[in-house]
Nanobody, 124 residues
C-alpha cells in the first residue's frame, strides 16, 4: 500500500509559477512510476505528467510540455511538479498517483494509488 500526500497548491496569477510536492509513505518507493493528473470542475480527470522509477524517463501532456517539469527524489520518497508560465486553463485539482510498475504511462487506469489532491487556481 502506498499513501500519497500532495502539497504546494494555491492561488497564482497568470504567468506565475508553483511547485507541487507529493510525499509517499512507502519504503521501496523507487519501485513505482509516478504521475500527476488534474481535474477541472465539470471535466474528466486528465493526464499531466509522469516519471519512471529512476527518474530517467518523463512524459508530458501536450498542453503542459515546455512549461511543467516532473522530477523525483527516491531517497526522500518525493515527487515534484514544477509549473511555470501558468495559465487560467491550468486551474484544477492536481492529483499525485503511483503505479506498481517501472514505466511511466499517461493512462489513468494504469495507476493504483491516488492522493487526495491539491487545488491550483490561476487568475487572469
Amino acid at each position: 500500500q502506498v499513501q500519497l500526500v500532495e502539497s504546494g497548491g494555491g492561488l497564482v496569477q497568470a504567468g506565475g509559477s508553483l511547485r507541487l510536492s507529493c510525499a509517499a509513505t512507502r519504503r521501496m518507493f523507487s519501485m513505482y512510476a509516478v504521475g500527476w493528473f488534474r481535474q477541472a470542475p465539470g471535466k474528466e480527470r486528465e493526464f499531466v505528467a509522469a516519471i519512471n522509477w529512476s527518474g530517467g524517463s518523463t512524459i508530458y501532456a501536450d498542453s503542459v510540455l515546455g512549461r511543467f517539469t516532473i522530477s523525483r527524489d527516491n531517497v526522500k520518497s518525493m515527487v515534484y511538479l514544477q509549473m511555470n508560465s501558468l495559465k487560467p486553463d491550468d486551474t484544477a485539482v492536481y492529483y499525485c498517483t503511483a503505479r506498481t510498475g517501472n514505466l511511466a504511462t499517461p493512462i489513468l487506469s494504469e495507476y493504483d494509488y491516488w492522493g487526495q489532491g491539491t487545488q491550483v487556481t490561476v487568475s487572469s
